[in-house]
């Protein structure tokens, strides 16, 4: 079985995610301030950037460090796992908002890292609690970011 080396790998996701922002940066609207770039502006420079890099990193032969496999079976489950921890957080917050979505995600993310070490089941709770409290207060308080409510209305 051919395995995919490290700096193909990063390649790809950075190709992916280039091309993600780019076609994202698009749909974001135009500033109505005149000699303003937009919102839209640093995504799409960051996608091109990220695109750019990407595609080097794919058409660049590997050297010696590249060698090893970068991934291991049990690490492609975890990462699709975090894919998957993602995927719930958008869903979580459409449905639910994020006052429950953040900390149920964030708890379940530290718990897919803590597997194998000794983080209790408390501190991985705490953890997940500050975090999301920190960012509501940053981003809806601080920042007066209107955060996503869900179906539920609660936020």
Known sequence: MKTLKRG???GLLGTLIGLTLIIASRSIPA????????????????GFI?????????IK???ETDEKVYL???????????????LAFYLGMMVFGYIITAPVVIFCTCTIFAQGKNV????????????????YVLFHVLLNVV??????GIG
């Open 8 to 10: 193909r790998l990063g």
């Open 61 to 63: 032969k590997p050297d």
């Open 147 to 152: 955060l996503p409510t869900g179906l539920l």
């Open 72 to 86: 291991t079976g049990k690490q492609w489950l975890k990462a699709l796992s975090v894919i998957g921890m993602y």
């Open 31 to 46: 500033s109505r301030i005149s000699g303003d770039p937009g919102s839209g502006v640093l995504p799409l420079i960051s």
């Open 120 to 135: 209790s089941l408390l501190k991985r709770v705490i953890f997940s609690l500050c975090v999301s409290g920190f960012l």
């Open 50 to 58: 990220c695109l750019i890099s990407g595609v080097i990193l794919v």
